[in-house]
């Protein structure tokens, strides 16, 4: 196993900052100590969110089913909320097809158990709710939106 702890700590324990263009300044937006400790971002669309997926943990060390948590952080920085813990991330993908940002909100869209769920992530403390419950389970799919962001395909 020491062959591959060099690579695990390169990459999951990655700081994020924002680098200023003009003045090469680097700000952290989220440190490598933080937790849950970031892996993946994304930026909202507004540009004032950044979303993370956390560095995978196992549920259980004899089994081989990964878990992340799906978090948010003001882009100036600050402290982390965690939008939805244990989201598994499929295997085509990889981290792209588990969430998205809707196109002109704060909302996040995400499959979460084989059901699509949608959060706030101005404003968290209700929670992620189902939509969509009456169509079954869903399979990894690419989560899509149509170009007015009223629909999820």
């Not at 995400?110 to 929670?127: E, R």
Request: aromatic share 10%; hydrophobic share 40%; net charge positive.
């Amino acid at each position: 196993m020491p062959v591959f702890r060099p690579t695990f700590f390169r990459l999951y324990l990655s700081t994020l900052a924002a680098i200023d263009v003009g003045t090469g300044k680097v700000r952290v937006v989220v440190p490598n100590t933080a937790e849950p400790r970031p892996s993946n971002m994304r930026l909202s669309p507004d540009g004032k969110w950044v979303s993370y997926l956390s560095v995978f943990r196992l549920k259980d060390p004899t089994s081989t089913d990964t878990f992340y948590d799906l978090v948010v952080v003001p882009a100036s920085g600050g402290k982390p909320t965690v939008l939805a813990a244990d989201v598994q991330v499929g295997d085509r993908d990889y981290f792209q097809s588990t969430y998205r940002w809707r196109p002109g909100t704060t909302q996040i869209v995400f499959l979460k158990q084989k059901k699509l769920w949608i959060v706030d992530a101005a404003n968290p403390t209700g929670g992620p709710r189902q939509i969509g419950g009456g169509s079954g389970n869903l399979e990894e799919l690419p989560i899509l939106l149509t170009s007015d962001a009223s629909a999820v395909l």
